[in-house]
């Protein structure tokens, strides 16, 4: 008897054999637990994706936000005093001509160093930016921070020789707004006994929030005029923080910058700065995305078991059914359906489960924090304050196809032997 392939007395027969009887038990029991096993594993490849890429967004966009996308400096070169020198002597017309190429959005020049921050009896090691106040109102992330505190046009303002610093380093020093930090650096005046550090006293004007623990823990800003007295820099920047449209492109840019800057010029990345790292993390996406898959393998598995036990146990009905004109076809297609079912309500099940953990995943985390006492997130570890994560559609596809793929596959091997069970070998001993 030939019928079209999955018609509806093969969906029926399909369904009857699911409902499994109290006799059956056993049959019944494999199903929960595939089904179980498949929503687990779906859920947990889901979960893991969107965190993997939320934790990659969050991070690029901490460090997008508020450092620069290309960093442009001088090479070693020797001075009128014949000193070896890496300062930038015309900053303002390299940045003008570096500012000119297509696909840069802002050129700030920089001094940048190292010193020591005291206040109330605290010390801490502090990296000072010295900036103009138009070019650290377009860094994102300090000028629309996580957040802030105080007022961001006293910077650089006349007569207030203020400072803007980030949360880590106010909680470290235990000062807030309007009170005056100590820097300490040990590159300060010369004498004739040598080299005596220099001390200056800063209010606080601005104190902002990054979302970056290592930059909120350490940036402090300056006035750019300020920092090149501070540091000795009269005249000079250190660099060039460069600003694009496309940050995940710099690497085609690069070598234009460096043709516009001049000669004897280089430039860093972002990408170089934290190559390293990505690297790392895509490295370790593809390590947990095959091992994950295996889990989902492991948990499709479990229908083959079910199938196997429920071929045996309708050993009987798969005669009757042949006898009376059922084609192999049909009772292949019978059993694959019952394979199939468990592996299309595991995914659906799972991918729900998934998505709800991507979506409320703060309460969720909030709720382990809280029972944890606290440390189930360590921001000078991880880098950033919370755990993210990001939905995209092609890790749910993805997370799909893999499910169904090997749900569907590992069906066929117990329904085909359903399919070629003899029937009078099936009738014999009835």
């Not at 993997?52 to 070169?77: C, K, M, P, Q």
């Not at 944890?372 to 990001?390: F, V």
């Amino acid at each position: 008897m030939q019928t079209a392939p999955f018609s509806r007395f093969e969906w029926m027969i399909a369904w009857r054999y699911l409902r499994a009887k109290r006799a059956e038990g056993g049959v019944s029991v494999m199903t929960w637990i595939s089904l179980i096993g498949i929503t687990l594993a779906v859920f947990a490849l889901i979960a893991t994706l969107a965190v993997r890429s939320g934790f990659r967004d969050e991070f690029v966009d901490t460090i997008l936000g508020a450092n620069a996308h290309i960093t442009v400096y001088s090479g070693v070169y020797a001075d009128e005093n014949g000193n070896q020198s890496r300062d930038l002597e015309d900053f303002d017309a390299v940045a003008a001509r570096v500012a000119q190429v297509p696909g840069v959005t802002r050129v700030a020049p920089l001094v940048k160093g190292q010193v020591m921050a005291s206040a109330r009896g605290n010390t801490s090691g502090v990296e000072v930016f010295g900036i103009r106040p138009d070019d650290l109102n377009t860094i994102p992330r300090i000028a629309d921070p996580v957040e802030s505190w105080g007022d961001l046009s006293r910077f650089g303002a006349e007569g207030v020789p203020g400072i803007a610093i980030g949360s880590g380093v106010s909680r470290e020093l235990q000062v807030s707004l309007g009170d005056t930090i100590q820097l300490i650096s040990p590159n300060g005046v010369q004498t004739a006994f040598g080299t005596s550090p220099r001390v200056s006293n800063y209010e606080v004007v601005y104190v902002f929030t990054a979302g970056r623990y290592d930059i909120d823990r350490t940036r402090v800003y300056m006035p750019f005029d300020e920092a090149q007295i501070y540091f000795n820099s009269e005249g000079v920047a250190d660099e060039l923080e460069v600003m694009v449209e496309e940050p995940e492109a710099v690497d085609a840019l690069a070598p234009t910058l460096m043709d516009a800057a001049g000669a004897n010029m280089l430039t860093w990345t972002w990408r170089d700065a934290s190559g390293a790292f990505l690297r790392a993390l895509d490295i370790e996406d593809n390590v947990m995305f095959v091992i994950l898959s295996v889990l989902v393998l492991i948990a499709a598995m479990n229908i083959i078991s079910g199938l196997i036990m429920l071929v045996k146990n309708k050993g009987r009905d798969i005669g009757i059914l042949r006898t009376i004109g059922l084609t192999e076809g049909s009772v292949l297609r019978v059993f694959f359906i019952c394979g199939a079912m468990t592996g299309i309500l595991g995914t659906v099940f799972g991918v729900i489960l998934g998505c709800a953990f991507a979506i409320w995943i703060d309460p969720i985390f909030s709720a382990i924090n809280y029972f944890s006492g606290g440390q189930a997130w360590d921001p000078s570890i991880r880098g950033i304050y919370a755990l993210p994560a990001k939905l995209q559609l092609g890790d749910v596809l993805s997370a799909v196809a893999l499910s169904l793929g090997l749900s569907f596959i590992v069906t066929i091997f117990p329904a085909r032997r359903a399919a070629r069970m003899s029937p009078v070998e099936a009738l014999r001993y009835e």
